[in-house]
């Protein structure tokens, strides 16, 4: 529906829409609008400005379950699908939400039981010990060598020096990323705080979760349709696999256990991307694009529940969170049963387990501000990433080094509630490893190596699908590189090691590093 006719209905049938729900409005059919103007009219709604806040009041009673929690079949839930903002973005957004997520990080870390807890504006000129919990706003090393970090809360601000001599809390502190948010156990006055230790927010569960039935949910992403690097018959292998007309016989009895199909962003290759992107398109529209997609996720039987996110080469805004595919670009998507769209990041439930799902643009800043991963592994590990977004609970924590919307009602890239799995992309690379009893997840690609990717030294490893049990919790990944066959991961009990996380070979650096 046209934005003209869709408000000259609205008016006729009563209703003026503000700017949030005519960007609602737009993402969705005929119909569907036809049935929620109708279906507020029926209920006797007396606001006459039609706003999201007031669609949410009602969107229970009209029987609308496209947004958060809804129901797959009866397996997979939505617990957290962010929608995108709208009207103008003010200086006091950006303060609301850095001071919602300092708010949530610091009850968590209150919760930890820290012994002397101050805020800074209460450490006075007398000398103690305390314990403060602040954002980190600089840090810089000193001529003596030293490193200086400085910090503030709600109250004030302060100056903390890590000492070069107490070496192992040194390399630590020195991985700390600015606005990251902790706890630091210091002593000193108002004048200048020594620490002596800091902790994290970390994520972390008691124990592993386990569901009930003997089923597999398969991770994947990256496809990058209409590049020409896209992978197709790859790509068709595995769906011709899942539906069970390829693979030896104890592969095509795993392929009916597979029930659930998670795709982690970058779906298609965009359009506008990065300069000179056309020379590579072979589908040269993000609408094309997303038909292709379409056409491909049909093959997939129908039995399989399928949750897709965008990533940063999809027709969403660059900047996180991103809202769902929208019906205008996505087109035949929404027509897919099996299919639900969500935001990027999101939360879902399968049968209870909590996945996180989340594309991971952020990755790549993260290796390039921690010299550790950046020197031992590059692009090569996400998961040991992942494992420092864990420990901070924050898929992005820097202001600057990425693109993102500040959000009136918090921040939605903090992980308050901790997941059973976080299912991550964007490095084409498949890992799979554990992290407190959560299992972190990293799906491979569907694209050959792009001139992008030699430039900055990726090396993707193409077609590699990490498969989980919800049962047992055991890990495969199975290979659809090869042209003629379709190859299990290494090992007699065809169960990935988790020590040894890559699809493939591990390296002799992740060898010393899993011997640590």
């Not at 696999?241 to 199909?261: F, M, P, S, T």
């Not at 998507?333 to 935001?343: A, G, H, P, Q, Y």
């Not at 040991?384 to 890239?413: F, N, Q, S, W």
């Amino acid at each position: 529906m046209e934005k003209r006719e869709m408000l000259k209905f609205c008016r006729d049938s009563g209703f003026f829409l503000d700017r949030g729900m005519l960007d609602f409005f737009t993402g969705l059919e005929k119909g569907e609008i036809v049935r929620i103007i109708e279906g507020l009219k029926g209920l006797g709604v007396s606001e006459k400005i039609l706003t999201k806040e007031i669609f949410s009041k009602y969107k229970n009673k009209l029987g609308y379950s496209r947004g958060n929690c809804k129901e797959i079949g009866s397996n997979i839930k939505v617990l957290k699908n962010i929608e995108g903002n709208s009207g103008n973005i003010e200086v006091a957004d950006f303060v609301s939400h850095f001071r919602a997520r300092f708010e949530i990080l610091r009850d968590i870390l209150i919760k930890k039981g820290f012994e002397n807890l101050s805020s800074i504006r209460r450490i006075g000129i007398d000398n103690g010990i305390f314990c403060v919990i602040g954002m980190v706003f600089s840090k810089r090393i000193t001529k003596n060598k030293n490193l200086l970090i400085e910090i503030d809360d709600l109250t004030g601000r302060s100056i903390v020096l890590v000492n070069r001599e107490n070496k192992d809390l040194f390399e630590r502190a020195c991985d700390l990323l600015l606005d990251d948010i902790v706890a630091f156990k210091v002593s000193g006055s108002s004048k200048m705080l020594f620490a002596s230790d800091f902790v994290y927010p970390d994520a972390k569960l008691e124990r592993e979760s386990f569901g009930s039935d003997d089923e597999f949910v398969a991770f994947s992403g990256d496809f990058h349709i209409g590049s020409k690097m896209f992978l197709e018959g790859n790509l068709m292998r595995f769906i011709d696999w899942l539906n069970g007309e390829v693979g030896d016989d104890r592969q095509r009895i795993l392929a009916k256990k597979i029930k659930y199909l998670i795709l982690s962003g970058d779906n298609i290759d965009g359009v506008g991307i990065y300069p000179g992107q056309e020379k590579f398109l072979n589908i040269k529209s993000c609408k094309g694009q997303y038909e292709k997609l379409a056409e491909i996720l049909g093959w997939i039987r129908k039995d399989i529940e399928i949750v897709m996110c965008p990533g940063q080469y999809d027709a969403v805004w660059v900047g996180e969170p991103q809202p769902a595919i929208l019906d205008k670009w996505g087109g035949n998507l929404n027509r897919l049963e099996n299919l639900k769209l969500v935001s990027n990041p999101a939360m879902i439930s399968i049968k209870g387990l909590k996945i996180l799902m989340y594309h991971g643009a952020s990755i790549n800043y993260f290796i390039d501000e921690i010299s550790k991963i950046r020197i031992k592994y590059g692009h090569r590990s996400p998961t040991k990433v992942v494992k420092e977004i864990l420990k901070r609970r924050h898929l992005a924590p820097t202001h600057g080094l990425m693109d993102y919307i500040p959000c009136k009602d918090g921040d939605p890239m903090v992980i308050d509630t901790v997941p059973d799995i976080i299912a991550t992309a964007d490095q084409h690379r498949a890992e799979i490893n554990s992290y407190n009893n959560i299992l972190m997840i990293a799906s491979s690609c569907w694209q050959s190596r792009t001139p992008f990717e030699e430039k900055v030294g990726n090396i993707p490893d193409p077609c590699k699908v990490p498969l989980f049990n919800l049962k047992t919790r055991e890990v495969k990944i199975i290979d659809f590189s090869r042209d003629s066959e379709v190859k299990w991961e290494s090992g007699e009990d065809l169960v990935c090691n988790l020590e040894v996380a890559h699809a493939g070979e591990p390296s002799e650096e992740d060898k010393n590093e899993n011997s640590d």
